[in-house]
């Protein structure tokens, strides 16, 4: 089930702004007018497209969903909808690419969510004016209508949803509108039972969807997917992209998931159907990691702790550490834990560290103190593990009392977690 065995996803943004290759929101950034705007929908024609190598791309990377772009802002469609003529049956490529996107993920076993826009620059009933991801002014002839746009939006859930793209798990409405209207989702469940719903269509939701950025706190205390993409300038296709570092990339994700949020990375394809190099590389690198350090996240909880300076989650016998980004020191105290593991060791690769509860000069409180022995680990390859955030795999005889001895509670696991 997403949110619990599904956690990290690939997020795709793809249209036929990426004919320009500039934004995908081309249109509204750089004042395009519509009819000029919509000429790339004559050459979009990605016959380079294979979702089978998405697939293996998403698979290798230990990625287990795709949150697909059926319509953005523009307002084009990438399926054969019947309620416009302004969708990818109308260019020179002719086919169903979301159909070909639900076959690949039924195939290769990866589960499918859905973005769908709610401003629309196109659509004649669409309400254009000024307000949040809006254009200006409505464009010449449309007649706007909020009652007739969502009315066209209903239509298109019951394609999307009605079970020709099979099942889906997840819908991700973007940019709420001001109106609410609480039908809307109920209409959607009325289409896919189960199916989660994030936070930015018209009403509040299932769960939270945090955009570029990692929120202040600890455990998420509401189902949440955060979503960054591999590029700091773009969301869909921009030649000569400024791309983000693999080790910040990795960073917010053990960030995100180690809270217990999902994840989206996501990535613009050309208008060629291909994913740029260096976002397939930068994936590739990333999924190497995400495999080694795989256990300390899925399946994990995270650990309620305000002593030691690096989140903690807990598996089985398992205590995790997770380091911001690069890490400070080779070694520091885990005060107030005195007991010591059987086993410590770099989840990265398998380096083993020190790990005694021993007197260390940072345990010292004051004169008026008792020095007192914590657990020490020392000897981390701080130095040799740069590229990517250190997690440290330590194994305890009790792991029920190491949590009790962190929570200052004497609880259970089961209370505790």
């Given at each position: ?21 500039w934004h995908e929101q ?146 991700f409405w973007d940019i ?83 809270r217990g949020g999902n ?155």
């Amino acid at each position: 089930m997403l949110f619990k065995d599904e956690r990290f996803g690939m997020f795709i943004h793809w249209g036929i702004y990426s004919v320009n290759g500039w934004h995908e929101q081309d249109q509204w950034r750089r004042h395009i007018p519509k009819d000029e705007y919509m000429k790339q929908a004559k050459v979009f024609n990605p016959t380079k497209f294979d979702i089978d190598e998405w697939m293996e791309l998403i698979k290798n990377a230990g990625m287990q969903y795709v949150c697909f772009t059926t319509k953005h802002h523009d307002g084009f469609c990438m399926w054969d909808t019947k309620f416009t003529d302004y969708n990818i049956m109308n260019t020179p490529y002719k086919k169903d690419i979301l159909k070909e996107v639900a076959d690949g993920c039924a195939r290769h076993g990866i589960k499918l969510a859905l973005y769908y826009s709610c401003p629309d620059w196109n659509y004649k009933h669409s309400v254009n004016f000024g307000g949040d991801h809006q254009l200006a002014k409505p464009n010449d002839g449309d007649e706007p209508d909020e009652e007739l746009y969502k009315e066209y939006i209903r239509n298109q859930m019951g394609e999307l949803l009605g079970g020709k793209y099979g099942k889906i798990d997840a819908l991700f409405w973007d940019i709420p509108p001001y109106n609410k209207d609480e039908s809307m989702n109920r209409f959607v469940r009325s289409l896919q039972p189960g199916i989660f719903i994030n936070d930015r269509g018209y009403s509040r939701g299932d769960y939270s969807t945090p955009e570029r950025n990692v929120p202040a706190g600890s455990r998420f205390t509401r189902l949440t997917e955060a979503c960054q993409s591999v590029s700091s300038q773009s969301w869909g296709y921009r030649k000569d992209d400024d791309y983000f570092s693999k080790l910040f990339l990795m960073s917010s994700i053990d960030k995100i998931m180690s809270r217990g949020g999902n994840y989206l990375l996501n990535v613009g394809p050309d208008a060629f159907g291909e994913i740029p190099k260096k976002a397939r590389e930068n994936i590739a690198a990333i999924g190497d990691w995400f495999g080694r350090i795989r256990e300390s996240l899925m399946g994990a909880e995270f650990v309620e702790n305000s002593d030691i300076p690096y989140r903690l989650t807990v598996r089985d016998d398992y205590l995790y550490v997770h380091f911001d980004g690069l890490a400070m020191s080779s070694g520091f105290s885990m005060r107030p834990l005195d007991l010591a593991p059987i086993e410590a060791i770099v989840l990265n690769n398998g380096a083993e560290i020190s790990a005694k509860v021993e007197y260390i000069p940072s345990n010292f409180m004051g004169a008026s103190e008792p020095l007192r022995p914590y657990l020490h680990l020392n000897n981390i390859p701080v130095d040799e593990i740069t590229a990517e955030p250190i997690i440290l795999r330590l194994k305890f005889k009790d792991i029920n009392e190491v949590l009790s001895i962190l929570s200052g509670k004497g609880q259970s696991i089961k209370e505790i977690l």
